[in-house]
Structure formats: structure tokens, C-alpha cells
């Protein structure tokens, strides 16, 4: 695997899920290598819909990323999904251990791990990309290729996790474009490897 090449290391909320009880009469919520019954109280219900309002109308979702000035605006909606996702996990801090907000944890950690990659591909910054309009240049091609793949398998990764919060909520998912969604199944080849699958 090349170091530019960008996957989502999941083992630790995998491990979570893992060690979560068994239940025989909730939903069934599928993530990369597992598959789980979760029952959720009615807390989790509203948070999820209140989550799946907000975050389904974010342009990180909605908006075909193409372009130097994308990078830019990508990162701000990725800044405002975080922040939906931290505001939900304070109202569901009494139940840190819960299966709405481990699946939230899969969000923003995956997100932490986009910005470091990010960071790693040296990208203009705000102020590199005003003075490279002046002279009419732009961000070097490779680096964003790199980039919107990266951007890509991000963006697979939150629409199947609200896919999944969605069952939670009994709630399907508002706004995005058909153009813009995602296949039901896990793209297992987007993240890291975990030593077995297993099903619950």
C-alpha cells in the first residue's frame, strides 16, 4: 500500500462494538468485518434523527468536489460535521458505550484521520490559493488526485455509517441527492484489514 494511499483504520471502534451485549430483538446495524443487533433507547432515537437532519445537509454530501477552492470548503463542512457529532455524543454522554455513539466515534474518528492525511499531502493553504489565482496557477494535479480519492472513501464511510444511524432512528436518511449516495454494502478494500470478520 503506498503512503498515499488513504484507509480508514476502524479496529478500535470494531473492538467496541465487540464487546457491546448481545441483543436478540433490536436492529441490525452492519459495519466493515461486523454485523450486530443494537437496541436503542429513546434518547438515541431523537439524537439520530436530530443527526441525520443536520448532517445530510452538509455539502461534504451534496457537492461533487473538483476543484482548488473545494479543498477549502470541503474542510469546513468536515469542521461542521465534527461538531454535529461532538454536540450529539455530549447529549448521549450517559451512555458513552451506547451503539449510536460508537457509530458517531466511527465519524469523527475517520474524519481525524482525513485531516491528517490531509496534512500529510502539504495542500494549499487559503492563503497559497489567493496568490495562485493572482498568478493563475493552481494546486498540482497528483496532489489533488490523492486528495479527492481520499475525499471519496470519507465520504462513503459517513453516508453508510448514517445509513446505519438511520435504522436507529427508524428515520431514512433527508436531502441527499441519488447521485450523491452510496450502495448499501461496505467498501472493505477502504479500510484497514481487522484479523477476522464476525457476525452477531
Known sequence: MSALDFKIDISDIIGRFRQLPACVDGVTVKLPF?????????????????????????????????????????????????????????????????????????????????????????????????????????????????????LEVLRAHIHRVLLQVSKIADFPIPRIADAMRYADDWELTSYRTLPMPNKR
Open 34 to 150: 461486523l454485523e450486530i443487533a443494537l437496541k436503542s433507547s429513546n434518547v438515541e432515537k431523537k439524537v439520530a434523527r436530530e443527526v441525520l437532519i443536520r448532517i445530510s445537509d452538509r455539502r461534504i454530501l451534496n457537492a461533487s468536489e473538483c476543484c482548488d477552492d473545494c479543498i477549502e470548503l470541503a474542510v469546513t463542512s468536515l469542521e461542521e460535521i465534527r461538531q454535529t457529532v461532538v454536540n450529539a455524543q455530549v447529549e448521549l454522554s450517559h451512555d458513552s458505550q451506547g451503539g449510536l455513539y460508537l457509530l458517531l466515534d466511527s465519524i469523527r474518528d475517520a474524519i481525524r484521520q482525513f485531516l491528517t492525511f490531509e496534512e500529510r499531502l502539504n495542500l494549499p493553504t487559503e492563503r497559497d490559493l489567493k496568490m495562485r489565482r493572482r498568478k493563475d496557477m493552481c494546486c498540482p494535479a497528483d496532489t489533488r488526485d490523492f486528495y479527492f480519492a481520499a
